[in-house]
């Protein structure tokens, strides 16, 4: 067997492998589906009393008929598709017309069939299998998620472009790993990838990216737009298609929401044409109603939780159970953040012996073991429960529930003037940054993603935060879970250490 033939067995291999491994996960997603879409008629027949008036054989044939339906509506809306699942926004828009498409294919069903399910049980049985849905994608997202932070899961990039765009493409698919793209190398000028810092990942030039794909068992190749003139870059494209490869274009542009982004083909020439940003009162009108409704809601519901917490913080050590430290806000004012106190009560006179074991770059600081968080502290921040004492904040005006979290006086003062944009909006008890790079240590994604934040904030925008919230607290949970105990965590704002109350 040639060189070149036992490549060709090898790619085969390693494709069928990967190929393999997203048909499972695509099985999985779509079994979650149809257990959503069974969850929410059952309900919808158990609340309309349909089982007892038309029997059982009708009722599994109405629930059939919707799983059925479900699914055929969700593939017709490209559900099943990693890259309309993989964007939150664009999946629950999706699968709201979905959920729509249902609702009017069982009236139909039932009205071709006669089996007499009223309209306002179907489009009940719709609007249930849509929370579902929501449920069920968020915990498979956070499954996912945790695989693919253990390197599971991935998908094997090609990187073409040794610019500083590739650089920057590459530090993305580095902080969010959950976008599972794994980048085998890069191709490219040599010079310009030495020059980057990336000789090591260098390949080859770009005349031989088709080659280097199938020697290094690639299935995507993510193209920076300067690599590559137009007459090789249209080529390049449609060999790797030809080849079943999936392509990536980076456009260049950061910091502006992808929904900004319009197709706009001039002459059959496919042009982007960018929307400006905009803000409007009845927004802001909006978000703040959220913010008090949602605030008093929570404060009601956790008020054992809060008397629990107080009294294991006090039983803990004796100290003070809250504690108040200032914070910048909006327009740089500064305010009082209150907390559940997770540290020793002298953590700020420690504070100077561990800056020499700070793991974050920039301004902030982190330390994944701090010795000052109590028992109860670690236990407090993995579940973000410290955190709620921050609704009082929110109440009073001086936080919104999702925004820039706020910064200590000493951060902003190391702060460039193109991040104290940040305070132009009210800081949040979670955010962007903590949803998507929380446990980063580089200081450039916190200053990217709040700076994309304050430009391209929207209620959906937010609702999306809140969702990914909690898609991060059960990952978190899974793996305070699957680990052994250990003396200390970081601090779950990742800035520096409260001091005592």
């Known amino acids: 067997m040639s060189a070149v033939e036992r490549h060709d067995s090898k790619q085969s291999v ?57 699914l055929f509506a969700m593939r017709s809306q ?27 294919g069982m009236i139909v069903f039932d009205r071709v069939a006669r089996l007499g399910f009223r309209i306002r049980h179907i489009v009940l049985g719709a609007v249930v299998a849509w929370v579902l849905f929501v449920i069920g994608r968020s915990v498979f997202r956070a499954w996912v998620s945790v695989k693919r932070t253990k390197g599971h899961h991935q998908r094997r990039v090609l990187v073409v472009g040794t610019d500083a765009e590739a650089a920057r493409l590459i530090e993305l698919f580095a902080t969010h790993t959950d976008l599972g793209m794994a980048v085998v190398g890069i191709v490219g000028s040599r010079d310009a990838a030495i020059e980057h810092n990336m000789g090591a990942m260098w390949l080859g030039e770009s005349n031989e990216t088709e080659d280097l794909v199938k020697l290094h068992e690639v299935s995507g190749v993510v193209v920076s737009p300067s690599a590559l003139d137009s007459s090789r870059l249209n080529h390049l494209i449609r060999n790797l298609q030809h080849a079943d490869v999936h392509v990536h274009l980076s456009t260049g542009v950061s910091g502006i929401d992808a929904r900004r982004l319009r197709s706009l083909p001039l002459s059959h020439e496919p042009l982007l044409y960018v929307e400006a940003p905009t803000l409007s009162r009845a927004q802001l009108l909006v978000k703040r109603l959220f913010d008090i409704a949602v605030s008093v809601a929570l404060l009601l519901v956790a008020a054992p939780v809060f008397l629990a917490i107080a009294i294991a913080v006090k039983l803990g050590d004796g100290g003070p159970v809250f504690f108040r430290q200032e914070r910048v806000g909006k327009g740089g004012h500064t ?11 002298d953590a700020e006179a420690q504070l100077a012996k561990l800056r020499a074991a700070n793991e974050r770059s920039g301004p902030l600081f982190k330390m994944e073991r701090d010795p000052r968080v109590t028992r109860v502290g670690r236990l407090l921040r993995e579940t973000s429960l410290d ?37 132009q909006v009210l800081p949040g008890i979670t955010g962007l940054w903590q949803v998507e790079a929380r446990d980063n240590p580089s200081f450039e994604a916190y200053r990217r993603l709040d700076l994309f934040y304050v430009e391209n904030w929207s209620i959906t925008l937010d609702l999306m935060i809140i969702l990914g919230t909690v898609e991060h607290l059960v990952v978190r949970l899974l793996s305070v879970f699957r680990r052994k105990p250990r003396p200390a965590v970081e601090p779950p704002d990742t800035t520096i250490a409260e001091s005592a109350a």
Do not use: C
């Open 78 to 104: 490209g559900l099943f598709l990693a890259r309309v699942s993989a964007v939150r926004i664009v999946e629950l828009t999706r699968s709201t017309r979905a959920m729509a498409l249902l609702a009017m």
């Open 387 to 423: 955190e709620l004492p921050q609704l009082v904040n929110v109440l009073r005006g001086e936080m919104s529930l999702v925004g820039p979290r706020p910064a200590l006086p000493s951060e902003v003062a190391n702060f460039g003037p193109d991040l104290r944009q940040r305070e």
């Open 335 to 345: 305010f009082g953040v209150l907390k559940f106190r997770t540290m020793r009560v």
């Open 14 to 70: 390693g494709e069928h492998g990967e190929h393999a491994v997203v048909n499972r996960l695509k099985l999985v997603l779509i079994l979650g589906d149809a257990f959503a879409l069974f969850g929410g008629f059952s309900v919808a027949l158990v609340w309309s009393g349909y089982p007892t008036h038309h029997g059982l054989v009708r009722s599994a044939v109405l629930l059939a008929a919707a799983i059925g339906i479900g």
